[in-house]
């Protein structure tokens, strides 16, 4: 499957149910993949995360020590830390190996929904419903952050980085994008706060596409739109799926070749990126999809519904293939 | 036969043993194998060769210490019972027989040491002795003396005596005489230390005379330099205390009167013992003596004749040569005249100088005035102002000490200014002394003003904080205008008054504090008695003492209070009586701008806002990003002032602050602003949409053509088409409201794109879209002038009157209601998810819920009991209502139509899917192999 093939969507996209978790830790907020893609993160209600090996479907570890759900985590670039946020307000870093709690960063004033470590691990960024982004240093004992991203008017919901930029998706209705090279704050209106009855509405996820040049903007009018990083202009729409209530998530497939966001209606949706038509409607459980990740080199993605997770992978893969 | 037998047989040369005959029968032993050849010792045991000290290969067991078990540890003794018992090892104990016997390593027999045994043997001495012992009357004896005297020599005294070298004489070539020593000539000079003095070296130079021509010497045997190097902290030449000078008092203080020179005491050194023949050993002189001693004599260092020589005999002279030369006069003549001037040890290494150091001229000192105080006096540094420095004087003339009169001014007190008006002179009329007098005169008196006003306030501020310290007898009502910190620190005399007068320590006895404020009154005049005066006459002696302590310390108290109070805090960030705020210099502007653009898809320009933002230092660190503003110490966005009360850095939306405000200008404005909100959307705006959108699909299916990142492209073509529809029709694109004609007139502009660009997925969009009818078309612009104040709608035109009936009355009231639902929920933003249950209701409840809303919004009908079902409701009804406004020209409503349809087709999908699916699988099979 590492062939680039003419026409790359059919068989490219994963649909064949691998495993399923059962994570037995309530909910599913949130699950991630790690930097490599072998090992994913589940944040759990009951106040764990857990790594696992979803293709193999093992426990590996369970991190315990959030005082309430955990709604978001990251890895680090070279798996030896992974950082958490949840409805504590605390962010947390933990050691891979030990199931530590390195630092516990607090200082959010409300529920912490998403975290991202930056490209070196030395900073962790998170964004709270307390409309900010702080930004916590992980080599210094400082207990305060950094610094306070306090732009945004609403909850930020999602927070991405790259190496000079962080870009958060607010509930507000922009996403910002700081740019740490340029010394700018990009905001770009994407839609307005509830009721006002144009526009997107909340964004409830955001994601730079692997080329760094675009950003997809999922907001609860069920639209995923994909903008130019650099000049804020659509580039591309995509519909179809329900997004009206839930923070669910979007990304981008391995290559940028599709679109894959979660849905209301218990499926997992693919959007041709450049047609913006829909490639599949994957059918994932009854109940909304929580959340999904999708896997950073091969055509994987781990989804997430009710209290359990699925890995999904192409048709032609084998189980114990070589891919695994 | 036989001789030649015999012949053979002495010829035949054999070599090794035989090999025993075999017997009869006996079959031929087998060799044996080299594991089972074994050594022994003497005792029949294991030889072995693998021993820890002895070396050798491992013959037994391999790699082990030779034994089956290895190091087996000696069983455990504790050591606490048996601490006696246990003895220190030595390697002996870790060492086998063979090496303790004749020929191993430790042999215990006594052998001569290396030391004794002489490998190589003095052979002249070995032969006299040899000699000797032939001539010796008892044969042998020196074979003793060969036992016991080392005759090892080191290698170099090998070497040397082969080259000829005797004991005794120095290395080097032989000499035919001794080069003459040269004297120094009187005449020259010599600067630098003063060569040693001539000791036997001169001497032996004398006897030239005597030597033959051709006699060689050896040269004169060299003790070598002992450099010692100085590893001590001691003083140069410091001895430490020689035992038997220090028991016996004697070497230093023997005074030979006979000796020239002081190396001759030394030799007294060594008759010390003999001479006494005291015992030696400490014997309690630091102690004193006891009481059966009898040695008391020499506690105190005493002049006895036992110092003295009783005898006058011949000193030996310290060099050595006793016997034959060094008659006192070969002496240089200079000797005892510098032994006379410098009495005392000469250290080694140094001798006296021949001149004496010139001596440094001593100035005295200057002399002092008769009446010099030794003792400087710090004038009191005290802020000299009227109150203060009565306090201060009373206070400290109750402390004793003479105050300095404030009234009468010292010169240090006075200004350069103000000696000169002391003296008479014009004052500089050029430059003034301080920024202030630069200052107009109006000026002056609004700083004036300003330091009044904050004094007072500071004041005020500190009073009230002081009152309600001192046990809140007074509750004052807080004024609006809190004191300011930063003034309260430049607090002047006058403001401590008003403080004190405030300041009430002992209110709760009214009497008493008002003895106290008499005090105080007392104390400003600077009445010395001002204790004594208001103090309570009917009161007991002790009680006047107390209450005389307790109004002392308190108006000492409130005196450094202020210094004590001001160290504590710190200013305030933000100056509470100033009456403006920092907020963001930049704000993110107008919303709605940015709905309408949202709305006609217009990303790009219109949504965006770019703002200068600085990230913190440490953060550009920990990316590895170089700090765009270096020279900034500003975190986060520029900030600047504005008012803190005023509604404008509150209000979100300024287009209702700015409306009232430019009412003048305000229809052209909005003019201006945006024909998109307030014009009605007309044709053209669908138009334009459609184009965009165009644009987009063209541009995404061109870029679909091309495998790589289709971003990058995205710009530039959405940006020409732009550029194009900007000269086809500028109007347009200028938000110039324009006539529909003219939209009609861009409308084959469209055509020409679509002739360029037209794809088929295009087709489709745009087709489904112009299936929504034109008419929803006013509908839509009224839509959208919900969000403009009513004020606006007059601009509305006439065309979409009807439809700005309804438009003003729906949305107004949903939004707060929807803000009041959220808020109750306490849910800020999108939910999560809700939590899974396995149980089939929840299950079954989600559907059942879809269908509703489904069915609310076909009906619609009103009656809701859940609140959330109506918000959702409501949702759907602006959703409902923005599709028919937006319908053909926004994608996403046609989306939600569809979506509409989807979650049909979903519920059914619930049963229908996996046919469903497995087709769509069937068809791609074959594709795939």
């Known amino acids: ?324 | 036969m036989a001789a030649l037998d015999s012949d053979s047989d002495e010829d035949l040369v054999s070599y090794g043993t035989g090999l025993q005959p075999l017997e009869e029968g006996e079959r031929p032993k087998k060799p044996v194998p080299l594991q089972d050849q074994t050594v022994r010792d003497e005792k029949g045991r294991y030889k072995r060769f693998h021993g820890a000290f002895s070396g050798g290969f491992s013959a037994g067991y391999f790699n082990t210490v030779g034994s089956k078990e290895g190091w087996t540890p000696s069983s455990f003794v504790s050591s606490r019972q048996n601490r006696a018992d246990r003895s220190v090892l030595g390697p002996e104990d870790f060492m086998d027989e063979e090496d303790l016997s004749e020929f191993g390593i430790a042999p215990k027999a006594i052998v001569t040491t290396d030391d004794f045994a002489s490998k190589t043997k003095d052979r002249i001495r070995e032969k006299a002795r040899q000699l000797a012992a032939a001539t010796a009357p008892i044969p042998g004896a020196t074979l003793l003396d060969d036992l016991i005297t080392p005759a090892k020599l080191s290698v170099g005294f090998e070497l040397l005596r082969k080259m000829g070298w005797k004991e005794g004489q120095g290395i080097g070539p032989r000499v035919k005489r001794r080069p003459r020593r040269q004297k120094p000539d009187p005449g020259v000079k010599i600067y630098g230390c003063a060569l040693p003095p001539g000791g036997s070296e001169g001497s032996e130079d004398e006897d030239d005379d005597y030597l033959p021509e051709n006699v060689t010497f050896a040269p004169k045997d060299v003790t070598p330099v002992d450099f010692t190097p100085k590893d001590n902290v001691h003083g140069l030449a410091y001895k430490g205390l020689d035992p038997h000078q220090a028991l016996f008092g004697t070497s230093g203080e023997h005074f030979n009167l006979f000796s020239e020179g002081p190396e001759g005491a030394s030799n007294l050194l060594g008759d010390i013992g003999v001479n006494k023949g005291r015992k030696l050993g400490i014997s309690g002189q630091a102690f004193g003596v006891g009481a059966l001693e009898e040695e008391d004599d020499d506690i105190y260092a005493t002049e006895t004749l036992s110092k003295y020589d009783t005898v006058l005999k011949d000193e030996e002279p310290g060099d050595g040569l006793y016997g034959w030369t060094a008659p006192r006069q070969y002496k240089s003549q200079k000797e005892p005249e510098k032994d006379l001037r410098y009495i005392g040890k000469i250290l080694d290494g140094f001798s006296l100088a021949s001149k004496p150091l010139s001596s440094k001229k001593i100035y005295p000192p200057p002399e002092l005035p008769r009446d010099y105080r030794p003792v400087h006096y710090f004038r009191p540094v005290v802020a000299a102002t009227s109150e203060n420095s009565h306090l201060l004087q009373v206070l400290s003339e109750s402390a004793g000490k003479p105050m300095h009169d404030p009234g009468t001014h010292s010169r240090h007190q006075l200004n350069a200014s103000k000696r000169g008006e002391l003296l008479g002179e014009t004052p500089i009329q050029g430059s003034a002394t301080s920024v202030l007098e630069f200052l107009s005169q109006k000026d002056k008196e609004r700083i004036k003003e300003m330091k009044q006003a904050t004094d007072l306030k500071a004041a005020q501020l500190k009073a009230r904080s002081l009152a309600q310290n001192a046990s809140g007898s007074r509750a004052q009502p807080p004024s609006p205008d809190v004191g300011h910190c930063s003034q309260g620190m430049a607090l002047s005399g006058g403001t401590a008054t008003t403080r004190a007068s405030n300041f009430k320590p002992f209110a709760k006895d009214p009497e008493k504090q008002k003895r106290y404020e008499e005090f105080l009154v007392n104390m400003k005049r600077g009445q010395k008695d001002a204790l004594e005066q208001c103090l309570d006459p009917s009161m007991t002696e002790w009680e006047r003492g107390r209450e005389r302590d307790e109004f002392s310390r308190a108006a000492l108290l409130y005196v450094s209070s202020h210094s004590t109070l001001s160290s504590r805090f710190t200013h305030a960030k933000e100056e509470d009586d100033s009456d403006q705020v920092e907020v963001p210099r930049d704000q993110e502007n107008d919303v709605s701008d940015k709905q309408s653009a949202v709305k006609m898809k217009m990303f790009g320009k219109l949504t965006r806002d770019t703002f200068e933002w600085h990230p913190d230092k440490l953060l550009c660190k920990r990316f590895n990003v170089p700090d765009p503003y270096p020279d900034s110490t500003l975190v986060g966005l520029p900030r600047v002032k504005r008012d803190k009360y005023s509604v404008f850095n509150f209000l979100t939306l300024p287009e209702t602050a700015s409306l009232p405000t430019a009412q003048g200008s305000s229809e052209k404005a909005l003019q201006h602003r945006g024909p998109d909100k307030s014009r009605k959307p007309s044709r053209w705006d669908t138009s334009k949409q459609e184009k965009k959108e165009d644009s987009i699909g063209e541009f995404l299916s061109l870029a679909r053509s091309k495998v790589g990142p289709p971003q990058q492209e995205s710009n530039p073509l959405v940006k020409q088409e732009e550029h194009m529809t900007k000269s086809l029709s500028d109007k347009v694109v200028n938000k110039e409201v324009d006539s529909q004609p003219e939209g009609e007139d861009s409308r084959p502009s469209m055509d020409l794109f679509k002739a360029i660009f037209a794809s088929s997925s295009d087709e489709k969009s745009s087709s489904c879209e112009d299936e929504q009818g034109d008419s929803e078309d006013d509908q839509a612009g009224t839509r959208e002038a919900d969000f403009r104040s009513s004020q606006e709608t007059d601009l509305v035109q006439t065309s979409v009157a009807h439809a700005s009936e309804l438009a003003p009355q729906e949305p107004v009231p949903s939004f707060p209601i929807q803000k009041m639902q959220m808020d109750e929920r306490e849910e800020f933003g999108p939910r999560l998810p809700p939590v899974f249950c396995p149980n089939a209701r929840q299950k079954l409840e989600t559907p059942q819920k879809e269908k509703h809303k489904k069915n609310k919004e076909k009906h619609k009908t009103k009656k809701e009991h859940r609140r959330r079902k109506e918000k959702k409701k409501k949702h759907r009804k602006h959703k409902h209502k923005g599709k028919q406004k937006n319908k053909k020209s926004e994608k996403s409503t046609s989306s939600e139509s569809t979506d509409s349809s989807d979650s049909q087709s979903d519920e059914e999908g619930t049963t229908n899917l996996s046919p469903q699916e497995l087709l769509r699988r069937l068809k791609r099979l074959p594709r795939r192999q």
């Open chain 1, 1 to 324: 499957m590492a062939f680039p093939e003419p026409k790359p969507r059919g068989p490219e996209l994963p649909q064949k149910r691998l495993k399923t978790l059962d994570c037995g830790q309530g909910a599913v907020r949130a699950v991630r993949f790690n930097v490599d893609g072998n090992y994913c993160l589940t944040c759990g209600s009951d106040k764990t995360l857990k790594l696992w090996n979803p293709l193999r479907g093992t426990l590996l570890r369970t991190y315990s020590g959030h005082g309430y759900e955990v709604l978001d985590a990251a890895g680090s670039f070279d798996n030896s830390n992974l950082c958490s946020g949840g409805g504590d307000k605390a962010v947390v870093l933990w050691d891979v190996a030990s199931g530590q709690v390195v630092r516990k960063f607090r200082g959010h004033a409300g529920k912490v929904n998403t975290v991202q470590f930056n490209e070196e691990a030395t900073v962790i960024l998170s964004g709270s419903i307390d409309s900010s982004v702080r930004c916590w240093d992980c080599r210094s004992r400082r207990p305060e952050p950094v610094q306070t991203l306090d732009e945004a008017r609403d909850g930020v919901s999602s927070v991405k980085v790259s190496d000079h930029e962080v870009l958060a998706g607010s509930v507000d209705g922009r996403v910002r994008r700081y740019d740490l090279r340029m010394g700018q704050l990009f905001s770009d209106y994407v839609g307005s706060e509830y009721g006002r009855g144009c526009g997107a509405g909340p964004i409830t996820c955001i994601c730079f596409s692997r080329d760094g040049q675009c950003t997809l903007v999922s907001s609860l009018d069920s639209t995923l739109r994909l903008l130019d990083k650099d000049t804020g202009e659509l580039l591309g729409e995509y519909t179809g799926h329900k997004n009206r209530e839930y923070k669910l998530d979007c990304c981008l497939s391995e290559r940028d070749t599709h679109v894959v966001s979660c849905s209301e209606d218990g499926r997992v949706f693919f959007w041709d990126l450049v047609e913006g038509s829909l490639a599949l409607a994957l059918p994932v459980g009854p109940g909304v999809v929580q959340s999904l990740a999708y896997h950073p080199a091969e055509p994987c993605l781990l989804t997430a519904t009710g209290g359990s997770v699925q890995c999904w992978r192409e048709e032609a893969y084998e189980a114990e293939g070589g891919a695994g």
